[in-house]
């Protein structure tokens, strides 16, 4: 038998408490072990519930009761989830969590302190809600090196792209469809300026690249901002436009950004539609290899952390090896010393002075754009770029495109 | 340290030599353990190989040495690999393997005496080459009953098909092209007659549902009777054909079968083009997930063998209860007991008698396409609807419909 305790019942929380019950049997099965939630915690009352006297609002009586063996933190936020996890941690308890906010922010010291103490931090559903792809990655990496990694991260966004594109609605009208629909929030800033997407590339990042990927140094920017003649440029292209979680590592160096990006059809992510969440890693000896599927929700994302769960019982004697270093403060290199390819969009009267700022650039036309022009620059540097665009007279925008 | 024997030094074994020499560091680092390649078992000669003197034609110098830990068995082929296998374990040795032939045949009988010996049968690398599905999808398991799997999981056949479709080859010219290649053998008859998908389903569909599924008892059908006109009607379905491994459990049964397909363009498997393979698995928590990756290839296929061994060293001093049970006759549903949906073509003549024997029927054109018309028949019995066509005079082909 194997007691757990669950912080934070909300949907995620109350997620976990559902899959743990009705897969009781295919997990003791799995682990030869009867998993039993021992303590919920939460600041609300669950008068109604059917385990009702297992609720507590004092997180002591979950960290001092040496029978409970993992705890569960589906609360969200930094705090109080960090100083909880450590707690845990510290008194050899194994953690399993969804929160990427957490885990993006803290994950280097809090592996740390799981191993110190033998114990396991998992954070399966902080990326890709139930999607295997932190262990799969994992696997991946002893016979691998990671490359770099490209990811639809974000389903909302990733929604409203989708109804910008097929039903040729503005970034407005598809908000306020996905906001109807209960994909966006009411303030929908953390998904829509890309915030969330940066925690999730930072994850990934750190765990492929061995150390921590600080987040506040990755150059991210939402969808906000495109129109829909962004998206006729794109279908003249043939590609489509995708929110990117970016990184790749050069020299020993971080390139990471978020962004808005042209990807051409052929490319496997570009099919990926609505609120799916797509993650193309690029390995030396796997080559490409992509993972897909729902990248929220209730039971999707309470699967993962179930996932977890099972795999710290069959290791619950030991840490098992999942960690990343702490990085430096150059680690992440400056988005000005990195190198996109782009399509610029200018207004027709500035067709001279792009070619006199960028040399004998080629001018396209987008089916359904009137009054503008636009180009491609092959990988320049970005700093040089926007030092140039500010003399750019009738510059209109700039995207960057896949490869 | 941890010594280990490779048998067969073909294009895997070697990749699988040269990926540990390559990653030793990093495995060392996962590990903490150093892997030894103590002996390289292979008919052949290598007389100018840097370690030629690890190389034996004797199994007996491996099966005796208490020092080989872990073998890899990447020879194919039922004979010797299956006695060759089932020795290791007995001796207590764990085993590796991309043989697919093998753990379709066997697997239920090899790993239940890797479990009564408490070591560990891994085959990650026998089904979708370098993608990490095995232990994904055993992961996802506890928290998740999978209803169904669907996948693309020949490379050969995909290329082809993908040639078809996109430069309107027939299917002879897309088979010598895949033969220049080098994605085709010279006999093809193993990829294009669907057996090599065939036995990866019956491996994926034993995993997820538990039981052995007999591949002989999978109706298989290949692409070789695929033409221009199938193509046509799938362009003006907005669809493409693929070659599909499906299985579903419904009632403890398994319904399988291996045969082209009719996939809409809005599914994931429909972008996956060229040797591409990809994995479509439907659970009950997690919704839909796929996994895409290279299929086949020496070093894909490498690092996946690379994988699972560094699983078992973590593992060494146990069973990682990753098993599944005997099936029974009854197991698989013959497939006139099954249902599909179908596409049906016929001769412009035949309308009248279509109608008379499957009542109103609407009939559509393909652009392109002559003297002919096809209608659908929504989830049909296959055995009624066979005994119908043979008496529809006119009647040129049926392909079942992914909904």
Known sequence: MINIAILGYGTVGSGVYEVLKKNAESIKRKTGRDVVIKKILDIRDFPDHEEKHIFTKD?????????????????????????????????????????????????????????????????????????????????????????????????????????MIKEGKSFGEALKRAQ?????????????????????????????????????????????????????????????????????????????????????????????DGVFNAILVKGDSIGDCMFYGKGAGKYPTASAVAADIIDIIKNIDKNMKFYWEDGSADYVVDIKDSFS?????????????????????????????KGEVAFFLPSVNEGELIKKLSQLEGFISKIRMAE
Chains 1, 2 share one sequence.
């Open 59 to 163: 997180f002591s009586e979950i960290l001092n009761d040496d029978d409970i063996k993992i705890v569960v933190e589906v609360m969200g936020g930094v705090s109080p989830a960090y100083s909880y996890t450590k707690a845990a941690l510290l008194q050899k308890k194994h953690v399993v969590t969804s929160n990427k906010e957490l885990v993006a922010t803290h994950g280097a010291e809090l592996l740390k302190i799981a191993k110190d103490n033998n114990v396991n931090y998992l954070f399966e559903a902080s990326v890709g809600g139930g999607i295997p792809i932190i262990r799969p990655l994992n696997q991946c990496l002893a016979a691998n090196e990671i490359t770099s990694i490209m990811g639809i991260l974000n389903g909302t966004t990733n929604y409203i792209l989708t109804k």
């Open 341 to 369: 390819t782009f399509l610029i969009r200018v207004k027709e009267g500035a067709r001279e002075k792009a070619k006199e700022l960028f040399g004998d650039v080629e001018f396209i036309h987008a089916r359904g754009v």
């Open 180 to 272: 109807e629909k209960g994909y966006a929030e009411r303030n929908p800033d953390a998904d829509v300026l890309g915030h969330d997407t940066c925690r999730k590339i930072a994850i990934l990042s750190s765990l492929v690249y061995g150390k921590q990927v600080d987040y506040n140094l990755i150059y991210t920017e939402g969808i906000n901002n495109i129109t829909k003649e962004d998206i006729l440029y794109a279908e003249s292209l043939d590609s489509v436009i995708k929110l990117i979680g970016f990184s790749e590592l050069k020299d020993k160096k971080v390139f990471a950004r978020v962004s808005p990006m042209l990807i051409p059809s052929s490319n496997p992510l570009a099919s990926v």
